[in-house]
Nanobody, 123 residues
Framework: QVQLVESGGGLVQPGGSLRLSCAASGTISSIYRMGWYRQTPSQQRELVADISSDGSTNYKDSVRGRFTISRDSAKNTVYLQMNRLEPEDTAVYYC?????????????????WGQGTQVTVSS
């Protein structure tokens, strides 16, 4: 069984910073890509940033230069450092991972989501 456990959300004032963490656990053989998405009640879930196994990254235009995604391969963990936060960044942030796993039927790859963590930027 694979789990993604997120942490680090909370309430912060505009201009402040937060760091999100997402740790993957289970019978993982490979991590192809991990990333962060966000969703509000009025918007569909959207990509914020992701990072591949070779370290290449993608960012949503509005967060480039303010957010930094990184990973610790030894810990199967991805981080999102969020600086200069704006009220428009308020959302539930979800971790997503494309993983290779060992199942009872043999090796396979699949996509997994975390439970989400609330980020609120408000004065």
């Amino acid at each position: 069984q694979v789990q993604l456990v997120e942490s680090g959300g909370g309430l912060v004032q505009p201009g402040g910073s937060l760091r999100l963490s997402c740790a993957a656990s289970g019978t993982i053989s490979s991590i192809y890509r991990m990333g962060w998405y966000r969703q509000t009640p009025s918007q569909q879930r959207e990509l914020v940033a992701d990072i591949s196994s070779d370290g290449s990254t993608n960012y949503k235009d509005s967060v480039r230069g303010r957010f930094t995604i990184s990973r610790d391969s030894a810990k199967n963990t991805v981080y999102l450092q969020m600086n200069r936060l704006e009220p428009e960044d308020t959302a539930v942030y979800y971790c997503k991972a494309h993983l290779g796993i060992m199942s009872a039927l043999g090796p396979r790859n699949d996509f997994y989501w975390g439970q989400g963590t609330q980020v609120t930027v408000s004065s």
